[in-house]
């Protein structure tokens, strides 16, 4: 099992950028890819970004690919998702969530598919 804590997010200008961190418990945090989702009032929970447990591949949402980057630090056991040029449709609750399993397949990348969740965090972007 793995416990996931994410930093507090904040009320950001459109156009900066803010980095998330969500920290995780356990000695077992290398063996997980881990993935961060974010959902807006009266919408389903999406997908952002995920890593491998290495660190060594990503794969980003259509919404936020060459603004957003993922990656982590397991000597650290947290992972990190640096938000650039945000925009107010960035604005929503930001979760970290793990699984063992890698998956880029949109099939996949699903809330329902992850069974370890961080509590979330607020980000609001203003125009």
């Known amino acids: 099992q793995v416990q996931l804590v994410e930093s507090v997010g904040g009320l950001v200008q459109a156009g900066v950028s803010l980095r998330l961190s969500c920290a995780a418990s356990g000695r077992t945090f290398s063996m997980y890819a881990m993935v961060w989702f974010r959902q807006a009032p009266g919408k389903e929970r999406e997908f952002v970004a995920t890593i491998n447990w290495s660190g060594s591949n990503t794969y980003y949402a259509d919404s936020v690919k060459g603004r957003f980057t993922i990656s982590r630090d397991n000597a650290k056991n947290t992972v990190y998702l640096q938000m650039n040029s945000l925009k107010p449709e960035d604005t929503a609750v930001y979760y970290c969530?793990?699984?063992?399993?890698?998956?880029?397949?949109?099939?996949?990348?699903?809330?329902?598919?992850?069974?370890?969740w961080g509590q979330g965090t607020q980000v609001t972007v203003s125009s």
């Open positions: 969530a793990a699984d063992r399993t890698y998956y880029t397949s949109s099939s996949y990348l699903k809330a329902d598919e992850y069974d370890y």
